[in-house]
C-alpha cells in the first residue's frame, strides 16, 4: 500500500458523504458528478485496501474502519487550512494577482461586485477576468495553468474542486404582444416559433435534454449563438426562448418572462484545480467569493423574481 497517491479531494469526498449519508448529496456539496464522488471513493479504498463505506439502498454508512479513516481525514483537512492561513500571515496580502475564467453571463452579473469588495479589502492585488463563450474552456484554462479560479455550469471531473455559488433557473422570453398568461402551459410556448442555441451549445444540450425527458417535440426554427441576438430577436417579435435567467439579463422592458412548466436550472460553481497550490492572492479571492456572493445573488433573484411577477 502506498499512501503516496491518496489524494486530498478523494479525503474530502469521504468527508461529504459521511456528512451527507448519501453518495448523491455528496456530489452537490462538492458541486461534482455523481460519477466522480464514486470513482474517488472506490480508488481511495483500492489505494488503501480496505472497505470505507456500506453501500445500500437507503445511502452510505461508514464502516468501522471507514470511522477510524474519517477522524484523521478530518484532521489532514484542518490542518491544510491552517497551513494556508499560517502562510497567508507570513508572506502578507500586499500584491500578486488572481486571474478568473469565467463563462459571459458569469462574468457580466456576477464577477464585477465581487472584485469591487475584493479590491476594498485588498487594493494591492491585481484581478484579470477571462471571459468565455464555452465553459469547456473555462476548464482548459484551469487544467493548463493560465486561471487560478473559474466559474462554470458544466459538470466537472475529479481533477477539480468545486463548489455551488448559484442555481440559476431557465424561463420562457415572450413577444411584447404576445398574449400569455401568468402561469404557462408548454402549449403556450409551441405557438410561437423557438428560437435555441446551436446544439452543441452547453446550455442548448440542457434544454434540448429537459424537452426530450418530458417527451416534447424539439423544433427550433432559429439557432443562434449570440444571447443578446436572441432577447432582440424575441423583442422584435420573431418567436419565443428559453433562456437562463442570469444570461438574459438585462431585459428589456417590453419582453414578458415566464417560468418554464416544470423548472430547469443550471448549477453555477466557483472552481480550482484540485490540489493545486495557489498563492495567497488566490485563496484571499475564494474567501471574498464565498462571503459575500451568494448574498448578493440571492438580493439579485429576488429582483428578477418580483420583475417577472409584474410582467
Known amino acids: 500500500m502506498s499512501l503516496e497517491s491518496v489524494r486530498l479531494s478523494q479525503l474530502r469526498t469521504l468527508v461529504a458523504i459521511a456528512d451527507c449519508g448519501n453518495f448523491s448529496e455528496a456530489a452537490l456539496r462538492l458541486g461534482i458528478s455523481q460519477s466522480a464522488v464514486s470513482h474517488a471513493i472506490a480508488s481511495l479504498e483500492e489505494e488503501l485496501g480496505v472497505v470505507l463505506l456500506s453501500r445500500g439502498r437507503h445511502g452510505a454508512t461508514l464502516t468501522p474502519v471507514g470511522d477510524r479513516v474519517l477522524t484523521h481525514a478530518q484532521e489532514m483537512l484542518r490542518l491544510l487550512e491552517q497551513i494556508g492561513r499560517e502562510a497567508n500571515v507570513s508572506k502578507g496580502l500586499q500584491g500578486g494577482m488572481v486571474r478568473v475564467a469565467s463563462f459571459r453571463s458569469a462574468a457580466t452579473h456576477i464577477l464585477p461586485g465581487v472584485i469591487a469588495e475584493f479590491h476594498k479589502r485588498y487594493p494591492g492585488i491585481a484581478v484579470t477576468i477571462m471571459e468565455h463563450r464555452r465553459d469547456d474552456s473555462v476548464e482548459q484554462e484551469l487544467r493548463e495553468g493560465r486561471a487560478d479560479v473559474g466559474l462554470s455550469c458544466m459538470p466537472l471531473t475529479s481533477e477539480f474542486d468545486a463548489w455551488e455559488l448559484l442555481r440559476d433557473e431557465y424561463i420562457v422570453l415572450f413577444p411584447p404582444q404576445a398574449k400569455v398568461p401568468t402561469t404557462i402551459t408548454w402549449a ?106 451568494q448574498a448578493r445573488l440571492l438580493a439579485y433573484t429576488g429582483t428578477v423574481s418580483a420583475a417577472m411577477t409584474s410582467n
Open 188 to 293: 403556450d410556448i409551441e405557438k410561437y416559433p423557438l428560437i435555441l442555441p446551436p446544439p452543441t451549445d452547453y446550455c442548448s444540450v440542457l434544454i434540448r435534454g429537459h424537452l426530450t425527458r418530458l417527451e416534447l417535440p424539439i423544433n427550433a426554427t432559429y439557432e443562434i449563438i449570440e444571447d443578446s441576438t436572441i432577447v432582440s430577436m424575441v423583442s422584435q417579435g420573431l418567436g419565443v426562448t428559453i433562456m437562463a435567467r442570469l444570461a438574459a439579463q438585462p431585459l428589456p422592458a417590453e419582453i414578458q418572462s415566464r417560468s418554464l412548466p416544470v423548472r430547469l436550472e443550471r448549477v453555477i460553481q466557483a472552481t480550482t484545480l484540485a490540489d493545486a497550490l495557489h498563492p495567497p492572492a488566490v485563496y484571499a479571492f475564494l474567501e471574498v467569493l464565498r462571503s459575500i456572493a
